[in-house]
């Protein structure tokens, strides 16, 4: 398999948000989520771009709100992850092939209260990461 089609179908399975429902034996249905995939984030070091990675995502969602409801702001989502990317970028120190993940999901937390409201997200979750080039990593 290569990459694009590895890519393409991990992006899919992360575009499915819906509630799920527990498996046999299993409690209640999870929380509702809004996957959002496919989103190209840059790794600036020095002021340059070095690689971009290429960031899967689910947006675990409030009481209340649902994935149609959020789909719609879906764009704003997107918009806000690659601007905060270019103004603070999220780079791991010495690697070129990952994104800070911790520091992404405060970002895209702290931007959620602004786009859709306060408490509409409740948790970002990473999905996966894929670097553009793979030998990335700086050397020294």
Known sequence: MDRRTLIAASLAAASVGGPAVAGPGGG???APALGISGVG??????GRVRNYVFVSLKLHL???????????KEAYF???LVK????TPFLVPGDWTRL????LQ???MADAARIAG???VTRVEIIAQAPRRRTGVRAG
């Open 84 to 87: 905060a990317a270019h103004r």
């Open 28 to 30: 209640e249905a999870a």
């Open 106 to 108: 405060r970002s895209l």
């Open 100 to 103: 800070d993940e911790a520091a």
């Open 41 to 46: 984030l840059p790794v600036i070091e020095g």
């Open 118 to 120: 306060r408490g509409a």
């Open 62 to 72: 409030g009481a209340g709100k649902t994935p149609q409801e959020m789909r719609a």
């Open 78 to 80: 997107r918009d806000a």
